[in-house]
């Protein structure tokens, strides 16, 4: 007999699903460091405020303290306040459950927020002169003289604010990550590059070349992603610059065409778009808490296959037309591409809609520096990502917190390493999985990640043309067999 | 040619998919009464805890089903007709079928406790206890978990990161001592109690007392000790789900039992998963295998057997894996199977939970590896143990089995020299 109440049991969880479970208990105290951190937040924000509107120590050291400082303070002393006291582990609990973290209410203000202020930043001049917007960013970025004073010895522009703001946000949820992984060593050097990198080659380097009047260069960005580091008018402006010009624009070749085939083939993708990147940086600190939603159906793989190839063939189009000169429609061409491409998806949304659609919408489905280093990542590359053998069992962590929408279980259950040309190697597959199912691994050659992939040619056109990503396999556990008769493959079954 | 599966767990599922593969015609109808698409049930745990949301624990999309013409009912089988191949199901009534796959999986064992019917009293096992769970916890300030299984700690990790208070009950003298061998299980009793977890070791429960509403007010152990307490989880094992057989003319002893086909005793009706018992020739043990991977093999095996082919399950080299809170734990082959020809190598960091084990016979091969906090490769040691490495060969090679993220702190040095010694 089955349980009647078994038999009634008919509840729809499709519909209503699992909301977040409450107990008859209260709600743990706020620790001391947490509700200090919550006080300099605020303090920090009033900071702003206050040097916004009334001025008050606005352009000096002790304004940069009382708002950012504060801030930064703040926030860093919330995440002790959190991990204060849990033991080294996976640190989920409750992250399905928070607005904020799940395009909740919450969620949506801080999309728009992010969106609002990247809009306001990227057209500031456009909205000044065409919407008399009042000068939104003119205090603010006064707030910043006396550190663009100091670093590039002239005063801060919108530019310096973005990328101080930026830094500040890698470095500060760098900690957040540096807490939560701390007993992870991948993920704790993973985000101490990306950390380093960011202060030290998009903030600090640009600043101190502008000091010494050399001109503006990130050696961190190459082209495609950093388009016009190829386009041949920039290429003149930097050799024309002197010994240092010339350097970068040699640095800008060797890096697209030497460092990038040579380290992808050798690591795979994630040595660039999880260790240096700035935009892969930000994903991976500040966009952590949002990795959860990004969408890992066929569908939006099939997308994603589309528009980040489309967007690879636009600049290559493009520059190739700027260097054969091919007529007066590449001016109009590089404009469309600057705002479409540039800053609209890289920026506005790229970054604006982290809490809507995770923190790689960019580099999953628009990066064309992603692009490339996929294509070499998915056929010669000799980074997998490897399954311990039968031991999956298909709970779906791994999927859940891919924040390139990959489906690593769809492999993982059936034994098959993971080899995609998104994959960004950030790891937290393998650090999620309670079974000890995924491992990063450089293997000895290229050839043994799949069926076909000893000639990269025929696994690219494959790759192209598949309909479904994750291949079938014809027998998952062939041990089982009878020796010496084995029926699985070959014979017809009765019809 | 229609094909009925019931329940649609591993085991069910990967058999839809095998007959499918072979039979691009036959038309495949699976039946739960659980859930409307297949989910993985080891990540129950994560729902609750919110580190997944439900629709993250489905393996297939949902338009795969219909692509593969693969048609599922919500419902419950309520009875089967072997000789006129019919059976009754709860809400729609009758339906035919050609040839039929049992896989109902297992069900949490009760031992007959005063209370255990009361409200608040409950096992975790399906999604209907994990919405049970949602309701029960709401009351709960304290929470007695009874049976130092898997499931048990599971479900301690789950209450616990609540804020709710766990005291977890457990019959035997230390964590699981029945399956893993002392110093693993020492380190669990210290894991578990350094979570939060008050742990009452060599403690039965003897009865659930009602509040006066019919709802559980506390529990009294077999010492006579009584604890208030809002919530029991039972978790004192599993056993074949065969309720809905056992009146039927499919014979069952523990489970349904099957050859080694996975056929039953009945024509066209074939069992698979937890809820067989398979009959292993030359007296060898009948075979019950309550994992998440027997279940898709065995399911592999049915579906293939379904389709026409014909198959035999062997069971694979022994291998299993689970986590305790943050403790990663891999096991290979015979360990702690209380074989008298059993020797042991064991070695345990000083401070940080780890331990690995190989183990051997009497002719220095070795039969057993397992590790706790130290990931090892599936592969490598089953091959090892099937070729009957020494111990020797294993620690001079055991760089080969790790399978730690890059930088991990790697021990094999440590774990050589230390080891070494033991085996000349």
């Not at chain 1, 992984?181 to 080659?201: A, D, E």
């Not at chain 1, 859940?400 to 597959?429: F, H, P, Q, W």
């Not at chain 2, 805890?49 to 593969?68: F, L, R």
Request: proline share 4%; net charge neutral; with cysteine.
């Amino acid at each position: 007999m089955i349980d009647p109440e078994l038999l009634n049991y008919d509840f729809d969880e499709e519909k209503n699903g699992f909301a977040a479970p409450q107990a008859a208990v209260d709600s743990p105290a706020l620790s001391s460091k947490e509700a200090m951190g919550r006080a300099l937040l605020a303090l920090g924000s009033m900071g702003i405020v206050l040097q916004v509107t009334v001025g008050i120590f606005l352009g000096s050291w002790l304004g940069i303290l009382l708002s950012y400082g504060l801030l930064a303070a703040g926030a860093i002393l919330i995440f002790l306040g959190r991990f204060q006291g849990t033991h080294p582990g996976i640190k989920h609990d409750g992250t399905m459950f928070r607005d904020i973290q799940n395009r909740g209410v919450l969620g949506w203000m801080l999309g728009m927020a992010i969106t609002a202020f990247y809009v306001v930043l990227y057209f500031y001049d456009d909205l000044q002169n065409s919407w008399d917007m009042p000068p939104l960013l003119e205090r603010p970025t006064k707030m910043l003289n006396p550190l663009a004073q100091l670093l590039s010895k002239g005063d801060a522009n919108r530019w310096f604010l973005y990328g101080f703001l930026y830094t500040v946000a890698v470095c500060v949820f760098g900690f957040r990550m540096l807490l939560k992984y701390r007993h992870n060593k991948y993920q704790r050097f993973r985000t101490l590059s990306v950390m380093f990198f960011q202060f030290g080659f998009a903030f600090l380097l640009p600043n101190l070349l502008k000091a010494f009047h050399q001109p503006e260069f990130y050696f961190t960005y190459f082209w495609p992603l950093k388009y016009e580091y190829l386009f041949p008018n920039r290429i003149d402006t930097l050799k024309s610059s002197g010994a240092i010009g010339t350097f970068m624009v040699f640095w800008g070749l060797l890096a697209t065409f030497v460092l990038t085939p040579i380290l992808t083939w050798r690591f795979g993708k994630r040595w660039y778009c999880s260790w240096v990147c700035g935009c892969g940086g930000l994903a991976e600190t500040l966009g952590d808490p949002w990795r959860q939603q990004s969408s890992n159906g066929q569908r939006s793989w099939k997308i994603e296959h589309w528009t980040i190839h489309t967007i690879l063939i636009l600049i290559t189009v493009l520059t190739v037309g700027l260097w054969f000169d091919l007529g007066s429609w590449t001016a109009s061409y590089k404009k469309s591409y600057g705002f479409f491409v540039g800053a609209i998806f890289s920026g506005v949304i790229g970054v604006g809609f982290y809490p809507l659609l995770g923190s790689r919408v960019w580099c999953r489905f628009g990066c064309p520096m992603a692009a490339i280093l996929g294509i070499l990542q998915r056929t010669w590359s000799k980074f997998r990502i490897t399954t311990n053998g039968d031991q999956c069992m298909s709970c779906g962590n791994c999927s859940t917190y891919c924040e390139m929408g990959i489906d690593v279980r769809g492999y993982a259950e059936k034994g098959l390493n993971i080899v995609r040309a998104s994959c960004v190697g950030c790891g937290i597959c393998a650090a999620v999985c309670p079974r000890g199912v995924l491992g990063l691994e450089n293997g000895m050659s290229p050839s043994d990640r799949f069926d076909g992939a000893q000639s990269p040619l025929l696994a690219l056109t494959e790759s192209i043309a598949a309909s479904t990503v994750i291949p079938e396999r014809k027998t998952m556990f062939p041990g089982t067999c009878e020796p010496g008769n084995c029926q699985c493959k070959e014979e017809a079954p009765e019809s | 040619m229609h094909v009925v599966i019931i329940g649609n767990g591993a085991a069910g599922v990967t058999a839809a998919f095998r007959i499918r593969q072979h039979q691009p015609d036959w038309q495949i109808t699976m039946i739960s009464g659980e859930s409307k698409y297949h989910y993985s049930r080891p990540a129950l745990m994560y729902i609750y805890m919110g580190h997944m949301p439900y629709q993250d624990t489905k393996p297939i999309e949902d338009h795969v089903w219909s692509d593969k013409k693969i048609e599922l009912l919500r419902d419950w089988v309520v009875d089967i007709d072997t000789q006129g191949k019919k059976l009754k199901l709860h809400r729609r009534g009758a339906m035919d079928f050609d040839r039929l796959i049992i896989s109902t999986g297992s069900k949490p064992n009760k031992f007959g406790w005063p209370g255990q019917d009361l409200q608040g009293v409950q096992g975790l096992w399906g999604l209907y206890d994990l919405k049970l769970l949602q309701e029960n916890a709401a009351r709960t300030k304290t929470a007695v978990i009874v049976g130092g299984g898997l499931i048990g700690i599971e479900m301690a990790e789950m209450l616990h990161s609540q804020g709710i208070h766990v005291i977890f009950l457990v019959r035997e003298k230390s964590y699981w001592n029945h399956i893993l061998p002392p110093e693993e299980s020492a380190l669990i009793n210290q894991i578990i109690v350094e979570q939060g977890i008050d742990l009452r070791l060599e403690t039965e429960l003897k009865e659930i007392i009602d509040n006066g509403q019919g709802q559980v007010g506390g529990i009294v152990t077999t010492s006579g000790e009584e604890i208030t307490c809002q919530l029991v989880g039972l978790t004192a094992g599993v056993s074949p789900n065969c309720d809905m057989v056992k009146e039927t003319s499919i014979a069952t002893k523990r489970g349904i039992l099957v050859d080694q086909s996975l056929q039953t005793s009945a024509p066209d009706v074939w069992a698979a998963g937890d809820c067989a018992e398979i009959e292993m020739p030359e007296g060898k043990r009948n075979q019950i295998n309550q994992v998440w991977y027997t279940a898709k093999m065995q399911g592999e095996i049915a579906g293939d057997n379904v389709a026409g082919m014909k198959r035999q399950y062997e069971p694979p080299l022994w291998y299993n894996s689970a986590k305790f809170f943050d403790l990663e734990y891999h096991t290979y082959g015979q360990v702690n199977r209380d074989l008298n020809q059993e020797l042991n190598l064991v070695w345990q960091h000083p401070r940080e939970p780890k331990i690995l084990r190989i183990v051997h016979n009497r002719a220095m091969e070795t039969i057993g590896i397992q590790s706790m906090g130290i990931r090892l490769r599936h592969r490598v040691c089953e091959k090892w143990i099937n070729e009957k490495q020494t111990p020797g060969w294993v620690l001079e090679h055991l760089a080969e089995a790790n399978f730690d993220p890059e930088f991990y702190q790697r021990h094999e040095d440590e774990i050589r020299s230390y080891l070494g010694k033991q085996i000349q």
